[in-house]
């Protein structure tokens, strides 16, 4: 036994490092897009948009190409796969929570590689295969990302800093597109590189079957939970038997027992139906509601900045491609930092975590305590994160970057973390598909703004950025309604016994 449970821990740190390198490499690599757009336009991607404009000087006339055309294709592919990346975590969400993890990695897997495929076989002439490649390389990473977010419930003590780090992995998974953008420079071909990507999923394909279950990882972990492959006599722990078997056990407890113990099963009862059939109220609750908000502008935030970089960088460096490459390297490089960066969220989030609580505060009381600080930090980092875009200044762009790759790191991570934590494990899948796919609604609104800067203001992003600064100011109400919910729980636990404070989810006081 002693044997099988060393070969356990064992493979949880497996499946806790493999799922870091997966979404590391592969899960978020789409949000490298500008790094990929200056491949592209190498290649002639849509270069059938750009016109010649003729100048006239004293001794010459100049040939000037006006690619603006060019850049909103390009910005239109990013807008399209960011939207679908998160409007359809939705049924992504249903699938996980519905057929568990096996069924849904390799539904990611074949978006995945098909997607990489597709990118591989296009080329100048066929630029339109980059809406389908793009879209499902970033739905299969989205489905990646969200399969391995549950490998924080082997680690109780340390589960959301494990949620923040896969968020900050996939985050600095966008410089595989930098490093594709050195390769070709070095002449290996766009082709040959997604080529090897799709080669890749066989490891993915590895890990499905023998470092992941076959529906979920449980939380709180059961005694001896194992998956995959079984140690001697242990047994792997399905939810769904487990489920079973608990509403057999109840059922004939309650045949059994007397009054008092049917009474107390049929209180148990009741509380376990509330949490299986909650989703609608979760759904209507203060604290869904502002976290949508939340996250949805500090996603258009991003969006945006990320979706017209190149666009940025090329009118800032006044046309020059070897500022526009450094930079955009300079970019791409920061990336990396997310896996660094996000798991300073998961510190701030597990923080109290072995810790005595005060009297009558629930785990989850704690828990939402911590996160209304976590979210104040992501919403000041996404203000400067603003203001130091709408400056047009090209080397402040530099401190833009690190703002940008903090505030992101802190922003995915802070949102899984935050959804575990507030709301029930089994409809965690829903509800991180839910929020990701009307947020995703919202960052359709990248695309008139861009429209806007090419047309109406003549390519100067000032005004639009100026207003997305002070549309930012609106997701200080999240953090704050958090802090003053948590406020009049530890009020109010000054005036009830114990036993009575901890009846009922706090979810239940942040209803509509």
């Known amino acids: 036994m002693q044997a099988c449970e060393v070969g356990t821990k064992m493979r949880y740190w497996l499946t806790l490092i493999s799922g870091m390198l997966e979404c590391l490499c592969f899960a978020g690599v789409v949000f490298g897009y500008t790094s990929l757009v200056f491949v592209l336009k190498e290649d002639q991607y849509f270069s059938e948009l750009c016109s010649n404009n003729t100048g006239s000087s004293s001794s010459s006339t100049l040939m000037e190409k006006d690619c603006r055309s060019q850049d909103e294709q390009f910005s239109l592919v990013f807008t399209i796969t960011s939207f679908l990346n998160n409007f359809l975590s939705l049924i992504n969400g249903y699938l996980f929570d519905r057929f568990g993890t096996m069924v849904t990695r390799l539904l990611a897997i074949s978006l995945y590689t098909a997607g990489t495929l597709f990118v591989a076989f296009s080329s100048a002439a066929y630029s339109l295969m980059l809406f389908p490649a793009l879209s499902c390389i970033a739905v299969g990473g989205i489905l990646l990302l969200m399969t391995n977010i549950q490998v924080g419930n082997l680690f109780a003590a340390h589960r959301s800093t494990i949620i923040t780090l896969y968020n ?9 597109f930098l490093i594709i953008k050195i390769l070709y420079e070095q002449g290996i071909s766009l082709h040959s590189s997604f080529i090897a990507l799709s080669l890749c999923s066989i490891i993915h394909v590895a890990r499905t079957f023998l470092l992941m279950p076959r529906t979920h990882i449980p939380y709180p972990l059961p005694p001896y939970y194992t998956y995959g492959v079984n140690c001697g006599d242990t047994s792997s722990y399905n939810v769904e038997q487990a489920k079973r078997m608990k509403a057999a056990t109840s059922t004939f407890g309650q045949d059994l027992s007397g009054n008092d113990e049917k009474t107390r099963l049929d209180e148990t009862e009741a509380e376990n139906t509330e949490k299986v059939e909650s989703f609608k109220s979760c759904v209507l609750s203060w604290f ?13 935030r991003h969006y945006l900045f990320i979706g017209t970089l190149n666009a940025r960088l090329s009118r800032l460096a006044r046309n020059d491609p070897t500022l526009v490459s450094q930079y955009t390297n300079a970019f791409a490089m920061t990336q990396l930092c997310g896996v660094f960066c996000a798991p300073w969220n998961g510190l701030i989030l597990d923080r109290h975590k072995g810790r005595p609580r005060a009297a009558g ?4 009381d704690a828990d939402l305590r911590s996160s209304s600080l976590s979210l ?8 400067l994160f603003s203001v130091c875009a709408s400056i047009p200044v090209l080397p402040l762009q530099y401190l833009t970057f690190i703002l940008q790759v903090l505030n992101r790191s802190f922003l995915y ?19 991180f598909g839910l929020v990701m796919s009307l947020s995703a609604v919202i960052s359709l609104l990248q695309y008139p703004c861009f429209a806007l800067v090419k047309g109406a203001l003549r390519g100067d992003p000032f005004y639009v950025d100026i207003a997305l600064t002070l549309l930012t100011a609106l997701v200080f109400i999240h953090p704050a309604n958090i802090f003053i919910h948590c406020r009049r729980k530890a009020r109010s636990r000054e005036n009830i016994p114990r036993t009575e404070v901890d009846i009922g989810p706090s979810l239940a006081q942040a209803k509509l």
């Open 168 to 176: 900050g992995a996939f985050d600095s998974s966008s410089a595989v």
């Open 288 to 300: 869904f509601l502002w976290h949508l908000l939340w996250l949805s502008i500090l996603q258009l």
């Open 361 to 364: 505060e629930t785990e989850q």
């Open 376 to 383: 104040f930090l992501t919403s000041l980092q996404c203000l």
């Open 413 to 431: 991570g802070g949102n899984a973390a935050f959804i575990s934590i507030a709301f029930p494990a089994y409809h965690f899948g829903k509800l």
